[in-house]
Every structure is written in structure tokens, then in C-alpha cells.
T-cell receptor, first 113, second 115 residues
């Protein structure tokens, strides 16, 4: 079945450092790919998405590129802020399915001043 | 304001005492879903609904029931809760069709502790 693998956390960075959170996927079809963010005590919010190969999703300084050849969707940000501290989930949804999201296990990011 | 509202946010209860977690959305979304979040496992889908009176099992439906009598509401029912259902639960909704591309909107979560 479909699956998403994320790097283990926590990822601990200083403010203004470069961030990469790795995400790879396994899917039988042509999925859409998502990054969701969960701030403490809150639900998940969509951060960015990409719906086909080579698409780049971006939002709030975060970027991720849909790489079909490596089945990856790594999240990057050039300069993190303390307010970026959260749990980040990579997820996929099959394009012909019924909206089911398959999530990775989540990666906690801790940014210190 | 567009939102998904879950209640309660926190609940501590005992094994076998029936409980219901309510979920309501104000966006006229057709699709609604319940997930549970457990450490090291991410979010797993419990049940989903494509529209009123249309529900189906997700990946971990055992011990749960749902109903969809109105478009805006999708309650999660634990008829006889057990400690292994202690978890953080999220309700989500989205538009249909165009499966796979519509972002899902999540509630703030319900933390259940079953003693």
C-alpha cells in the first residue's frame, strides 16, 4: 500500500539556520503531495502542496519540489524562525482515490533564539 | 470564519463508558474524516464520509462508529472505550470532487484518555 517516510526528529536548529526535512513516498499511482504543520495545541494546517511531478509548492518561505524520479518531497526553508517550531507532516493522496491522506510519522522542529 | 469544530477538546473517562466526540464544519464540505494521532505512527484514518448517509471504514475502524445525518456534522462514537483508544483525535473536512487535490481542513483535536 501507499506509505510516507519522514526523517526522525526532533530537528533542533538555531534561528536563521537552513532547514531540510526529508520525505519519501511509495505509491501505486500519481499522488498529490502535501506538507502539513501542527503548532502546539492546534490541528494540522496545510503548509504547501504539489500535484504533479516537478511542481514546486511554496508558502511562508517553505518550499518542496515533487521529485518523481526519487519519489521525494523534501521540505526546505532558507532561514528558520523561532515561530516555525512545530511538528511537520508529509502526506500523500492518490489522485484517483477518495481524499484519503496517508501521513508520515511527523518531524518535530525546535528552533532556538 | 471557516472552521472545523470538535468537542470536547479533552476527556478523561473509564473503560466501557460510551462517549461521543462531535465534529462540525461550516464550509458546506461533502467529505469528512476522522483520524487518530499516536506517537511514532503519525495520523491514521478511522472512518470517512463522502456525503450525508455515506460512510466507510478507514485503516483503523475497530471499536469506533460514525454517523452522517447532516452535512455539517460527523460525530465519532466509542460504544465501549478501551485503554488502547487513548489517543489524540482529529476531524477533517474538504470539498469534493477532485479527489487528492483539495486540502483538508482540520479541527484542533480531542485528547481522549481511557482509564
Amino acid at each position: 500500500g501507499d506509505s510516507v517516510t519522514q526523517m526522525e526528529g526532533p530537528v533542533t536548529l538555531s534561528e536563521e539556520a537552513f532547514l531540510t526535512i526529508n520525505c519519501t513516498y511509495t505509491a501505486t499511482g500519481y499522488p498529490s503531495l502535501f506538507w502539513y504543520v501542527q503548532y502546539p495545541g492546534e490541528g494540522l494546517q496545510l503548509l504547501l502542496k504539489a500535484t504533479k511531478a516537478d511542481d514546486k509548492g511554496s508558502n511562508k518561505g517553505f518550499e518542496a519540489t515533487y521529485r518523481k524520479e526519487t519519489t521525494s518531497f523534501h521540505l526546505e526553508k532558507g532561514s528558520v524562525q523561532v515561530s516555525d517550531s512545530a511538528v511537520y507532516f508529509c502526506a500523500l493522496s492518490e489522485s484517483t482515490g477518495f481524499q484519503k491522506l496517508v501521513f508520515g510519522t511527523g518531524t518535530r522542529l525546535l528552533v532556538s533564539p | 470564519e471557516a472552521q472545523v469544530t470538535q468537542n470536547p477538546r479533552y476527556l478523561i473517562t473509564v473503560t466501557g463508558k460510551k462517549l461521543t466526540v462531535t465534529c462540525s464544519q461550516n464550509m458546506n464540505h461533502e467529505y469528512m474524516s476522522w483520524y487518530r494521532q499516536d506517537p511514532g505512527l503519525g495520523l491514521r484514518q478511522i472512518y470517512y464520509s463522502m456525503n450525508v448517509e455515506v460512510t466507510d471504514k478507514g485503516d483503523v475502524p475497530e471499536g469506533y462508529k460514525v454517523s452522517r445525518k447532516e452535512k455539517r456534522n460527523f460525530p465519532l462514537i466509542l460504544e465501549s472505550p478501551s485503554p488502547n483508544q487513548t489517543s489524540l483525535y482529529f476531524c477533517a473536512s474538504s470539498l469534493l470532487p477532485n479527489a487528492g487535490n483539495q486540502p483538508q481542513h482540520f479541527g484542533d483535536g480531542t485528547r481522549l484518555s481511557i482509564l
